[in-house]
């Protein structure tokens, strides 16, 4: 069956710059994809692709386009992997076939994935790197919140950490360098993170430098971000972190990334699935060793700052964390909807 492709590229403005370790993020550049069926029936899904690989919406929709003629719904995710290489073009379409599959057959795709029911999940607010009065404002707002995660960078580290710790005393904290340490620096900050009960340390070491990891018995588990990709890039890892962060636009898509989590799980690798901090992604992630408190974390990279434009359409909201109301209290986001019905159909 023939699919009618219809691309949309937007940029999404934060209500404040986003300071990560390689660049200050002020808008969110995003491509949207909808797949129509001869029924009229639309699947969607939308990509901000990897931008440190240099994609960008322009070159996702290229890279689709190109592909037009030899889309179908008929397509499955090895399929749709053989003509498309990891990234974010194939993350749109895979998804989008996702989405447009379950409106066809009635059946939700969580549960077409094989998953056995849908639960809460916590998500960890995302605070950026900025001047100390930045960082105590959006610490003592976010000090209430179960889990947040820190951006760091190579001189902006422990005491970001302990600044927060200060004000989000019971919160756990994970913190994320975005590849700006050197082995010398984390092997001097890993006792200190652990000091300020620090849970996870996300891609501190430059992708492609990982075998500088070997030996090491971190006090504060790793996480393999940019050099966690596809299936491929997950044997060198399994020595050297103890964790990965899967992402539907690094691996090219909800197919790879339930593929990827299985051969995460076959090597020993504890998972959980969570929503990532870019739109329609998922990311999973080995659990933190919190004892007891162990729990499935998100990453939420600016979700309440971004001021998102007006929709005639509904669209995958980022962070469904909660298929049903539990009753805790914790703030809870759902997939919007149009007409009292669901705005899409995972």
């Known amino acids: 069956?023939?699919?009618?492709?219809?691309?949309?590229?937007?940029?999404?403005?934060?209500?404040?710059?986003?300071?990560?370790?390689?660049?200050?993020?002020?808008?969110?550049?995003?491509?949207?994809?909808?797949?129509?069926?001869?029924?009229?029936r639309q699947g969607r899904a939308e990509a901000a692709g990897v931008d440190y690989d240099g994609?960008?919406?322009?070159?996702?929709?290229?890279?689709?386009?190109?592909?037009?003629?030899?889309l179908?719904?008929?397509?499955d995710g090895d399929a749709l992997s053989?003509?498309?290489?990891?990234?974010?073009?194939?993350?749109?379409?895979?998804?989008?076939?996702?989405?447009?599959?379950?409106?066809?057959?009635?059946?939700?795709?969580?549960?077409?994935a094989g998953m056995p029911t849908l639960r809460p999940l916590t998500t960890a607010l995302?605070?950026?790197?900025?001047?100390?009065?930045?960082?105590?404002?959006?610490?003592?707002?976010?000090?209430?919140?179960?889990?947040?995660?820190?951006k760091l960078d190579a001189t902006r580290h422990i005491d970001v950490v302990r600044l927060v710790r200060d004000v989000a005393p019971s919160a756990h904290l994970i913190v994320d360098a975005n590849e700006a340490w050197t082995m010398p620096l984390l092997e001097r900050l890993l006792p200190q993170l652990a000091d300020e009960r620090v849970e996870l340390v996300e891609q501190p070491l430059p992708r492609g430098e990982d075998a500088a990891l070997d030996g090491l018995s971190p006090?504060?588990?790793?996480?393999?971000d940019e050099s966690c990709t596809?299936?491929?890039?997950?044997?060198?890892?399994?020595?050297?972190?103890?964790?990965?962060?899967?992402?539907?636009?690094?691996?090219?898509?909800?197919?790879?990334?339930?593929?990827?989590?299985?051969?995460?799980?076959?090597?020993?690798?504890?998972?959980?699935?969570?929503?990532?901090?870019?739109p329609a992604g998922l990311s999973i992630r080995h659990r933190p060793r919190c004892g007891d408190n162990a729990f499935h974390h998100a990453s939420r990279r600016g979700l309440g700052r971004l001021r998102r434009p007006d929709r005639r359409h509904p669209r995958h909201h980022p962070a469904v964390v909660d298929p049903d109301s539990s009753g805790d209290g914790h703030r809870r986001h759902r997939c919007p909807g149009t007409q009292g019905r669901p705005a899409c159909a995972w």
């Open 126 to 150: 995302t605070i950026g790197l900025g001047s100390t009065d930045d960082l105590h404002r959006r610490a003592r707002d976010a000090s209430q919140l179960p889990l947040i995660k820190l």
């Open 230 to 278: 596809d299936r491929a890039s997950l044997e060198p890892l399994r020595s050297r972190y103890q964790a990965v962060n899967i992402k539907l636009d690094k691996c090219g898509g909800l197919s790879e990334a339930l593929a990827l989590a299985h051969a995460a799980r076959a090597l020993g690798l504890e998972t959980g699935h969570t929503p990532s901090s870019t």
């Open 55 to 70: 994609e960008t919406p322009a070159s996702m929709a290229e890279v689709i386009t190109r592909l037009g003629p030899r």
């Open 82 to 112: 053989a003509l498309l290489p990891a990234g974010g073009a194939r993350n749109a379409i895979d998804c989008a076939l996702w989405d447009l599959r379950a409106k066809q057959s009635g059946v939700s795709a969580w549960s077409t």
């Open 219 to 224: 006090p504060v588990p790793i996480a393999a």
């Open 1 to 40: 069956m023939s699919l009618r492709i219809t691309l949309t590229q937007e940029q999404w403005a934060l209500r404040e710059p986003f300071e990560i370790a390689r660049e200050t993020i002020t808008h969110l550049p995003l491509l949207l994809v909808t797949l129509t069926d001869a029924d009229g």
């Open 72 to 75: 179908s719904a008929e397509l």
